[in-house]
């Protein structure tokens, strides 16, 4: 396989795939099989460009995640019967606050309920984290279907906001570091957050305006009101996608927020398309190949994602009681599905500049 | 020691990913580690005294009528200070019926079993639920306190009864009235609680431990079944099937087999767990070495 770059679209396809499935599962084994998929696949296939490094950085947030979730359980929780393991003082609340508490009783029961639920966010975190660190977020907007010029400058910073932070948070770092800072620890990060936030949200702006001003998402001579309804259009089916997918993706959502939402958007879509420029033909320059590596990385996500849905439908194994606590079951299927998940580690083609760094060979010939 | 210790951890550090990947499987192991609690059970005295120091009686009914198992009303002696659901789960042990089942949000999904599945789903008719109810005013009132917090003290009657409503306090209360004939009389002397006379009941004993799910019909038969167990019949209202249960069974054969079913099926669940570890500890190795070969 000669070295490339993967289609963007097919890493984010094997991304929110490993994502539905963490967020369908509370099982902690599942889930740090699943990070542990996505930290393996990044590894192998990352290019050596700035954002591959966001990994490590969505684990550290994850884990902050899971920080946050289990003081907020210690202090607001909901008081679960169980094991006690300690308690806290407790603030008898007026009746109408019926359901609140704060304080009280704090059992191992809650505390694994609230892990288990940080590390499915962290885990949806990780797979978010693999497709950023795996694919480049420019390549990602030429490849977006010309629909979404339309919200040009919302894609562009919705796409760049959490690889520009990375590269920014580099800087800032290292800005630091030469003025003879601390770089690390909680200081240093309280420090430099804002300035990686605002770096990171100014970045993507610019890239945004200068996109913008280079005829990124124009339409030509086409009449207001033909601007104003696909852009009314895709406004519409922007958001029904959302819902839709969002519904798809969460098993505990009402049934029409799932397939119908998705319909709705897609209609909504395929008319915007249609009521603006149909005529209108644009070029890409050197398009991404969607060839069999890009098919064969895509299947393996959703094929994990397939095996979720079986399991999920054969038994409660994907979500372990914690109350009584019990030993979460290992579905086989569903490892397995994972296993498949870990395939594109090796079906993906290695990227340029990492064959470069392992054989000098390849650079001079 | 532990200053040498934290300078090697210092001069090695370890690639951050590979720390992440250590810690959450040390986080996972012990985490579920922590998991097996042991189920205590103190000597409960009898419903109709005398009462110990410390003791206070509470009755407990819980109508699972919808759900086709009856409804019950339980006399129980617990400790002053209990919670509702170390009542309810008191109850259970009591009976030989098993724990309540409680989601992880804390929400109490089944009694006595029932149901199987689910958790207060929401259906065309509304929510499917346990209600909670207070009776020792004389009426039932639509409580809206946690169990897990709320304090019983003597002479409280608390009342569960699974619905199909809104949610909220309109939904309909057990249909055994919370009088206080749900308390037998207290007897001043010591005579052994076996001897209380037994008043023939208008239906099926169906507070004895006829466990529901995979369990079988074998507890009725057990010798746990043949302990101090006394079904009287109470005009209560409007209810059909009552009985009212003072029981002080030692259901300990059943707690055994209960047991030692679930070290059974919990080593294949360590072995896969085990399994799962070593692949992902694997990975982790793998990726750290992969980092390490392709670091400029």
């Given at each position: 396989?000669?070295?490339?770059?993967?289609?963007?679209?097919?890493?984010?396809?094997w991304?929110?795939?490993?994502?539905?499935?963490?967020?369908?599962?509370?099982?902690?084994?599942?889930?740090?099989?699943?990070?542990?998929?996505?930290?393996?696949?990044?590894?192998?296939?990352?290019?050596?460009?700035?954002?591959?490094?966001?990994?490590?950085?969505?684990?550290?947030?994850?884990?902050?995640?899971?920080?946050?979730?289990?003081?907020?359980?210690?202090?607001?929780?909901?008081?679960?019967?169980?094991?006690?393991?300690?308690?806290?003082?407790?603030?008898?609340?007026?009746?109408?606050?019926?359901?609140?508490?704060?304080?009280?009783?704090?059992?191992?029961?809650?505390?694994?309920?609230?892990?288990?639920?940080?590390?499915?966010?962290?885990a949806?975190?990780?797979?978010?984290?693999?497709?950023?660190s795996?694919?480049?977020p420019?390549?990602?907007?030429?490849?977006?279907?010309?629909?979404?010029?339309?919200?040009?400058v919302?894609?562009?910073?919705?796409?760049?906001?959490?690889?520009?932070?990375?590269?920014?948070?580099?800087?800032?770092?290292?800005?630091?570091?030469?003025?003879?800072?601390?770089?690390?620890?909680?200081?240093?990060?309280?420090?430099?957050?804002?300035?990686?936030?605002?770096?990171?949200?100014?970045?993507?702006?610019?890239?945004?305006?200068?996109?913008?001003?280079?005829?990124?998402?124009?339409?030509?001579?086409?009449?207001?009101?033909?601007?104003?309804?696909?852009?009314?259009?895709?406004?519409?089916?922007?958001?029904?996608?959302?819902?839709?997918?969002?519904?798809?993706?969460?098993?505990?959502?009402?049934?029409?927020?799932?397939?119908?939402?998705?319909?709705?958007?897609?209609?909504?879509?395929?008319?915007?398309?249609?009521?603006?420029?149909?005529?209108?033909?644009?070029?890409?320059?050197?398009?991404?190949?969607?060839?069999?590596?890009?098919?064969?990385?895509?299947?393996?996500?959703?094929?994990?994602?397939?095996?979720?849905?079986?399991?999920?439908?054969?038994?409660?194994?994907?979500?372990?009681?914690?109350?009584?606590?019990?030993?979460?079951?290992?579905?086989?299927?569903?490892?397995?599905?994972?296993?498949?998940?870990?395939?594109?580690?090796?079906?993906?083609?290695?990227?340029?500049?990492?064959?470069?760094?392992?054989?000098?060979?390849?650079?001079?010939? | 020691?532990?200053?040498?210790?934290?300078?090697?951890?210092?001069?090695?550090?370890?690639s951050?990913?590979?720390?992440?990947?250590?810690?959450?499987?040390?986080l996972?192991v012990s985490?579920?580690?922590?998991?097996?609690?042991?189920?205590?059970?103190?000597?409960?005295?009898?419903?109709?005294?005398?009462?110990?120091?410390?003791?206070?009686?509470?009755?407990?009914?819980?109508?699972?009528?919808?759900?086709?198992?009856?409804?019950?009303?339980?006399?129980?002696?617990?400790?002053?200070?209990?919670?509702?659901?170390?009542?309810?789960?008191?109850?259970?042990?009591?009976?030989?019926?098993?724990?309540?089942?409680?989601?992880?949000?804390?929400?109490?999904?089944?009694?006595?079993?029932m149901?199987?599945?689910?958790?207060?789903?929401?259906?065309?008719?509304?929510?499917?639920?346990?209600?909670?109810?207070?009776?020792?005013?004389?009426?039932?009132?639509?409580?809206?306190?946690?169990?897990?917090?709320?304090?019983?003290?003597?002479g409280?009657i608390?009342?569960?009864?699974?619905?199909?409503?809104?949610?909220?306090?309109?939904?309909?209360?057990?249909r055994?009235?919370?009088?206080?004939?749900?308390?037998?009389?207290?007897?001043?002397?010591?005579?052994?609680?076996?001897?209380?006379?037994?008043?023939?009941?208008?239906?099926?004993?169906s507070?004895?431990?006829?466990?529901?799910?995979?369990?079988?019909?074998?507890?009725?038969?057990?010798?746990?079944?043949?302990?101090?167990?006394?079904?009287?019949?109470?005009?209560?209202?409007?209810?059909?099937?009552?009985?009212t249960?003072?029981?002080?069974?030692?259901?300990?054969?059943?707690?055994?087999?209960?047991?030692?079913?679930?070290?059974?099926?919990?080593?294949?669940?360590?072995?896969?767990?085990?399994?799962?570890?070593?692949?992902?500890?694997?990975?982790?190795?793998?990726?750290w070495?992969?980092?390490?070969?392709?670091?400029?």
């Open positions: 396989m000669t070295p490339r770059l993967l289609h963007p679209g097919a890493w984010w396809i991304a929110v795939a490993l994502a539905a499935c963490a967020l369908r599962t509370t099982n902690p084994v599942l889930l740090c099989l699943i990070i542990a998929v996505a930290g393996w696949v990044v590894v192998s296939r990352r290019a050596d460009v700035p954002w591959s490094r966001s990994f490590a950085s969505f684990l550290r947030l994850g884990l902050i995640v899971i920080a946050v979730r289990l003081v907020f359980q210690i202090l607001f929780g909901v008081r679960v019967p169980g094991t006690t393991l300690f308690s806290i003082p407790e603030v008898t609340l007026p009746g109408w606050a019926a359901g609140v508490s704060i304080g009280g009783p704090v059992t191992i029961e809650s505390l694994m309920a609230a892990l288990y639920q940080g590390l499915r966010l962290a949806v975190l990780a797979c978010f984290g693999a497709a950023t795996l694919c480049s420019y390549r990602m907007l030429r490849a977006l279907p010309s629909v979404l010029y339309e919200a040009g919302a894609v562009t910073v919705a796409f760049t906001f959490a690889p520009q932070a990375i590269v920014a948070s580099r800087q800032v770092r290292e800005a630091r570091r030469l003025r003879g800072r601390a770089d690390r620890g909680v200081r240093a990060w309280s420090a430099s957050a804002l300035p990686v936030l605002e770096g990171a949200l100014d970045r993507a702006v610019a890239l945004a305006a200068s996109m913008d001003s280079r005829g990124y998402g124009r339409r030509g001579e086409t009449p207001v009101m033909v601007r104003r309804r696909s852009v009314g259009l895709v406004l519409v089916g922007l958001v029904a996608l959302a819902v839709g997918s969002y519904g798809l993706l969460d098993p505990g959502s009402p049934a029409l927020f799932r397939i119908p939402a998705l319909v709705l958007g897609i209609a909504a879509l395929i008319g915007a398309l249609l009521s603006g420029g149909a005529t209108n033909s644009r070029t890409r320059y050197r398009p991404d190949p969607w060839v069999a590596p890009e098919w064969s990385v895509s299947i393996a996500g959703i094929v994990a994602l397939l095996s979720f849905v079986v399991v999920g439908r054969m038994g409660d194994a994907l979500t372990p009681s914690t109350n009584p606590l019990e030993v979460p079951a290992v579905p086989v299927i569903a490892v397995l599905g994972l296993v498949i998940a870990m395939l594109p580690a090796w079906l993906a083609p290695t990227p340029p500049s990492l064959l470069s760094a392992t054989s000098p060979m390849a650079v001079a010939a | 020691m532990n200053r040498s210790y934290t300078a090697t951890l210092k001069r090695k550090r370890a951050f990913a590979r720390r992440v990947v250590v810690a959450l499987f040390v996972m985490g579920v580690g922590i998991g097996i609690a042991s189920t205590q059970r103190a000597d409960a005295s009898s419903c109709a005294g005398p009462l110990a120091a410390g003791e206070i009686r509470v009755v407990l009914v819980v109508d699972a009528a919808d759900l086709g198992g009856g409804s019950s009303a339980t006399c129980l002696v617990v400790p002053a200070n209990t919670t509702g659901s170390q009542l309810l789960a008191r109850r259970g042990s009591e009976l030989g019926t098993g724990s309540p089942r409680y989601g992880s949000s804390g929400l109490l999904c089944a009694i006595d079993g149901p199987a599945t689910g958790c207060g789903d929401r259906n065309a008719g509304g929510f499917e639920y346990w209600a909670y109810f207070n009776g020792t005013s004389g009426s039932w009132v639509y409580g809206n306190f946690n169990p897990f917090t709320r304090r019983l003290s003597d409280d608390e009342g569960w009864r699974y619905v199909q409503g809104a949610g909220n306090g309109q939904d309909p209360p057990p055994i009235g919370p009088s206080r004939s749900l308390f037998p009389a207290l007897v001043a002397a010591t005579p052994a609680a076996p001897e209380l006379p037994a008043f023939p009941g208008t239906g099926a004993p507070a004895a431990p006829t466990q529901g799910g995979t369990t079988g019909g074998a507890a009725p038969q057990s010798p746990a079944a043949e302990s101090a167990e006394v079904s009287n019949a109470i005009a209560a209202g409007e209810s059909s099937v009552v009985s249960t003072v029981v002080e069974a030692e259901v300990v054969g059943e707690v055994a087999l209960a047991s030692s079913r679930s070290t059974h099926s919990n080593t294949g669940r360590w072995i896969g767990i085990a399994a799962v570890v070593v692949l992902i500890s694997v990975m982790a190795v793998g990726a070495w992969q980092t390490r070969r392709t670091r400029p």
